[in-house]
Nanobody, 120 residues
Framework: QVQLVESGGGLVQPGGSLRLSCAAS????????MGWYRQAPGKQRELVAI???????NYADSVKGRFTISRANDKNTVYLQMNSLKPEDTAVYYC??????????????WGQGTQVTVSS
């Protein structure tokens, strides 16, 4: 089994910064893409940023220039550096990873979510 554990959420003022982390553990052979999604109250979950195993990235238009996704493959960890935060960034942020397990099965896994609140 594979687990994703997120950390780093919290309350921040507009214009502030936060860094989210997500560590994958368990029976892992390799990890393909890793990404961050978010879901605000009353809205659908949306992609924030994604990074491939070789470091190619893609961002939602709403966060381009403000958020940076990165990963440490030796730690099976993905990060999301969030700068210039806005109230509309308030949401529960979820980590996602496409994992090849130790039994060479492919699957998508999700973290439990971490709350990010941007408010003065």
């Amino acid at each position: 089994q594979v687990q994703l554990v997120e950390s780093g959420g919290g309350l921040v003022q507009p214009g502030g910064s936060l860094r989210l982390s997500c560590a994958a553990s368990g029976s892992i052979f390799s990890i393909n893409a890793m990404g961050w999604y978010r879901q605000a109250p009353g809205k659908q979950r949306e992609l924030v940023a994604i990074i491939t195993s070789v470091g190619s990235t893609n961002y939602a238009d709403s966060v381009k220039g403000r958020f940076t996704i990165s990963r440490a493959n030796d730690k099976n960890t993905v990060y999301l550096q969030m700068n210039s935060l806005k109230p509309e960034d308030t949401a529960v942020y979820y980590c996602n990873a496409n994992v090849i397990s130790g039994r060479l099965h492919s699957g998508d896994y999700w973290g439990q979510g971490t709350q990010v609140t941007v408010s003065s």
